[in-house]
């Protein structure tokens, strides 16, 4: 196992775990009653943890590969509408990590893919303010977070499988 497949595994599991963690501090916070605040102290250090996953994760290193790489389209397709245009819709993105994420993102909060696309390369907003304004009720950064993992980690299998 390569160091860089062995990274995005690493990570996608912290990350995995920080959103459990996250959701299962929220879910018994809520029947605490007066201990409501150690559930937001629970969940604030999840949010670290998961901070802390990405920064390691941005430290790895990944191919460049185009947004409009077929292989990481037809992986990406499925959290895209049913008849969505693959070439508008990865048309603007620098690269494909960009655009698997922002994707990603867009799945896993049910924000419209092209709402957040719009805010994070037009009105230059980061992805986690994006979210933040298409879905209030999401944590922008966990969400980002969480998305850049997933990403990641379809761009190490589509270089692999290219490879």
Known sequence: ???????VYTLSLV?????????GSSYWSSDAGSDGDQGATETIESASAIERAGAAAEDVRLPDVPADHP?????VQPLLNKGADLEVVSSGFRD?????????????T???FMVLKHNVLENGMS???AIEAASPDSNGAIEADLARAEARR?????TRATE
């Open 96 to 108: 494909a990590e960009q655009f698997a994420v922002v994707a990603h993102a867009a799945r896993n």
């Open 15 to 23: 990350a995995a775990m920080g959103v459990g963690v996250w959701v």
């Open 1 to 7: 196992m390569t160091l860089g497949r062995a990274s």
């Open 71 to 75: 292989a990481l389209l037809a992986r």
């Open 127 to 129: 992805l986690s303010e």
């Open 154 to 158: 379809d761009i190490a299998d589509v």
């Open 110 to 112: 049910g924000a419209p």
